[in-house]
């Protein structure tokens, strides 16, 4: 069983930076490809960024919304994916989940679908 436990949210002001962190457990981590998504109150979840599994270059993709400040990143020997943030803003404010691929040897997806595996959720709040 795949077990995923982030850790690293909290409160900032406007302009601010936070690193998330998930670490895996239960499978060979560097196979797969992991997400990072988001929840505000009242919305619905929606994708944050993907890393591809470790054989395919750690390709990126990420939210129009996050890109240029936001930074996905993986270090296989602490079966760990991190997600840099950067100028964080009001908008940013949600529970962030980190997710695993269904399977193997995957490029990073935008679907929540494709992500068989979900840590419990870290608050992320950006206020003044």
């Known amino acids: 069983q795949v077990q995923l436990v982030e850790s690293g949210g909290g409160l900032v002001l406007p302009g601010g930076s936070l690193r998330l962190s998930c670490a895996a457990s239960?499978?060979?981590?560097?196979?797969?490809?992991m997400g990072w998504f988001r929840q505000a109150p009242g919305m619905e979840r929606e994708f944050v960024a993907a890393?591809?599994?470790?054989?395919?270059?750690?390709?990126?993709k990420y939210a129009d919304s996050v890109k240029g400040r936001f930074t996905i990143s993986r270090d296989n020997a602490k079966n760990t994916v991190y997600l840099q943030m950067n100028s964080l803003n009001t908008e940013d404010t949600a529970v962030y989940y980190c997710?695993?691929?269904?399977?193997?040897?995957?490029?990073?997806?935008?679907?929540?679908?494709?992500?068989?595996?979900w840590g419990q959720g870290t608050q992320v709040t950006v206020s003044s």
């Open positions: 997710a695993a691929h269904r399977s193997p040897y995957s490029s990073g997806s935008s679907y929540s679908n494709m992500y068989g595996y």
């Open positions: 239960g499978r060979t981590f560097s196979n797969y490809a």
């Open positions: 890393i591809s599994w470790s054989g395919a270059g750690g390709g990126t």
